[in-house]
């Protein structure tokens, strides 16, 4: 089985992906972007494991966009706990380390450590792994990197500190992606879905998006997320992403006829089991 991440080896979409499928062949990609493209166009992958959302900086950009464009669904989730690991080549001090480099959103979730060694510049970096991966690679003797102490293994870095994280309450929801024929064939075995994700669009009248909210409450249907993004080559339109917690197994399908009674376009996403709130904490 190839799975599709967004990254490289040792990254949180790979610890994501042994949470979720146990030891897998991983197919690296630069962008998310091209990890869509990976499977649900050239089908080069039968899987694809993508953060969604973050407990500290929300939604990531673009991901519920790509999921509507390319026609494929969610069949799993996870929580996974982020942590931080400032990492070296083998035989670099703390002391000699000028640049770190990471990923924008991790250098950002790691200010304390910053505030603390002002002489530190932050460097941004395309994946927090890839960054250790460089600093190895070149066997850097001023560079270090921020990442999971996983890609410490993966790439025989040495960590020079721990818990870089500025809240140790930093989560990251993952989804496992599939395309729809194999959706129940990747689905985990185990307990029914009780979580729906569902796009949708709202005529322009006054309380359209009331009307249709209410409708899930009376369905049971319990809102967890709910973001627009506005449609290409429609200005001032937009697409309606919602997570629903179901009322009780089986129910979805109730839930999104509901929603059709007020939408002009409803599109599921995906239906699957929800990750326990503080998983791998």
């Known amino acids: 089985m190839k799975v599709a991440i967004q990254g490289e080896p040792g990254s949180n979409s790979h610890l994501a992906t042994k949470e979720l499928l146990g030891e897998v062949e991983l197919l690296s990609c630069a962008l998310s972007a091209e990890v869509f493209e990976a499977l649900a166009n050239s089908r080069t992958a039968d899987a694809a494991v993508l953060p969604v959302e973050n407990s500290l900086h929300g939604a990531v950009a673009d991901h519920s966009g790509l999921l509507l464009e390319h026609g494929v669904v969610a069949v799993a989730e996870l929580s996974l706990r982020i942590r931080h690991a400032l990492q070296a080549a083998p035989g670099v001090p703390l002391s000699a380390v000028r640049r770190v480099l990471s990923h924008p959103v991790a250098l950002s979730q790691c200010r304390r450590f910053f505030a603390e060694h002002p ?45 870089l994280e500025d809240d140790p309450l930093n989560f990251t929801r ?41 409708a899930l409450a009376a369905a049971g249907a319990d809102l967890t997320r709910i973001e627009s993004r506005p449609v290409p080559g429609r200005p001032w339109e937009y697409i309606f992403f919602i997570d629903l917690r179901l009322p009780a197994p089986g129910t979805a399908d109730a839930v999104l006829e509901a929603l059709r009674g007020h939408c002009g376009r409803v599109t599921e996403l995906g239906r699957y089991v929800a990750a326990a709130p503080l998983a791998n904490g």
């Open 174 to 214: 993952f989804l496992l992606l599939a395309r729809p024929e194999d959706a129940e064939r990747l689905r985990p075995a185990g307990a029914p879905p009780n979580k729906l994700s569902v796009a949708f669009d709202l005529p322009h009248r006054p309380g359209s998006l009331v009307g249709a909210l209410s």
């Open 119 to 163: 002489g530190v510049q932050a460097v941004p970096f395309y994946d927090t792994a890839g960054a250790v991966k460089h600093v190895v690679a070149t066997s850097a003797q001023d560079a270090a990197a921020i990442a999971a102490p996983y890609a410490a293994e993966v790439y025989g870095a040495e960590i020079l500190a721990t818990n």
